[in-house]
């Protein structure tokens, strides 16, 4: 079965502090598909990232890098230094692969984590 | 703005009741999901269709139904409504061979 592990509940940290988001995943595909979604307070979600299981190269966006590591089963996700506006709360998400190829879409989420940051 | 759009935004209703949320997805996806967001479960996938015809069903309640129209906007009818089902509703939408899934802003459902 599939299934995503958020462990930290809830972080609070100052601002410009890095803060690293932990994700563990299990699936015994062998093709899947790894996400991180943000929901800020006003309740939208919005896409961060996706990385299929073939690629274990480190992602870098502007504040954000992804970490993810087959071997450990992570894809962990690191803000460096920090602003309020990143407060909102993460979430971790596994698919398998689709028919075609791509995510089959229905995403497994974690349970998130809410990233509090103070000024 | 991801571009799917869900209505009505906010929902409050009485145990035993029925409704029906309603989703507009991004122009040109034919994939439709919905999902649920409730403190105790999380985020959870419910159903999703392809083109008017179910594809993949998750944790969807046999009180629940969907259907996805020619046009390809979705609806979800929830009925038998307890208090359980109070939460949040969110309706997404993607292209045949995902990368990413465009998430609406929701619907808000409170059964009193």
């Known amino acids: 079965a599939q299934k995503v592990t958020q462990a930290q509940t809830e972080i609070s940290v100052v601002e410009k502090e890095d803060v690293t988001l932990d994700c563990v995943y299990e699936?015994?595909?062998?093709?899947?598909?790894l996400f991180w979604y943000k929901q800020p307070p006003s309740g939208e979600l919005v896409f961060l990232i996706r990385?299929?299981?073939?690629?274990?190269q480190n992602e870098i966006s502007g504040r954000y890098s992804w970490n993810f590591q087959k071997s450990t089963s992570s894809f962990n996700f690191t803000i460096t230094a920090s602003q309020v506006v990143d407060s909102a709360v993460y979430f971790c998400?596994?698919?398998?692969?689709?028919?075609?190829?791509?995510?089959?879409?229905?995403?497994?989420f974690g349970k998130g984590t809410k990233l509090s940051v103070k000024p | 703005d991801s571009g799917v759009t869900q209505t009505p935004k906010h929902l409050i209703t009485a145990t035993g009741q029925r409704v029906t949320l309603r989703c507009s997805p991004r122009?040109?996806?034919?994939?439709v999901y919905w999902y649920q967001q409730s403190l105790d479960q999380g985020l959870q996938f419910l159903i999703q269709y392809y083109n008017g015809e179910e594809r993949a069903k998750g944790n969807i309640l046999e009180r629940f139904s969907a259907q996805q129209f020619p046009d390809l906007h979705s609806e979800l009818n929830l009925s038998s409504l307890e208090l359980g089902d109070s939460a949040l509703y969110f309706c997404?939408?993607?292209?045949?061979?995902?990368?990413?899934?465009?998430f609406g802003e929701g619907s808000r459902l409170t059964v009193l």
């Open positions: 699936t015994r595909d062998t093709t899947y598909y």
């Open positions: 998400a596994l698919s398998e692969a689709g028919a075609y190829g791509g995510s089959q879409g229905n995403l497994i």
């Open positions: 997404a939408s993607s292209v045949e061979v995902p990368g990413e899934l465009f």
């Open positions: 122009s040109g996806d034919l994939s």
């Open positions: 990385r299929n299981s073939f690629d274990e």
